[in-house]
């Protein structure tokens, strides 16, 4: 909307003229998807950028933001365990596959 937005000079009586414009915008964070989250960081890892799938896995599991079920949070286990494995993390990799 504020892309598409133009503005022209103010005009009293045919003369520009300063005018001050307030606009409200209504701005709300994206709904984040558990299952979005963890099939990117799936794509992270396919392409070799194991500690960006384990940032973006980090939100995915956390419940306040993605409310995760428990079958998207299996799948994160499983996808972090290949991103922790990945990244050098071995110790890390087979517990999260252990919880999986």
Sequence with gaps: MMLASQFSA????G??????VQMGVDV???????AELVGTARRQVGAGR????????????DSELTHPTDGERAYGLLVR???A???????????DLEMA
Excluded: E, H, N
Excluded at 10 to 13: E, I, S, V
Excluded at 85 to 95: T, V
């Design 28 to 34: 709300r964070p994206p709904r984040l998807s558990a």
């Design 10 to 13: 103010g005009r009293l009586k």
């Design 81 to 83: 365990s290949i991103a």
């Design 15 to 20: 003369a520009a003229v300063r005018v001050m």
């Design 50 to 61: 194991p500690d960006s799938a384990l940032a973006l896995l980090q939100i995915a599991f």
């Design 85 to 95: 494995s990945r990244a050098g993390q071995d110790s890390a990799a087979r517990a």
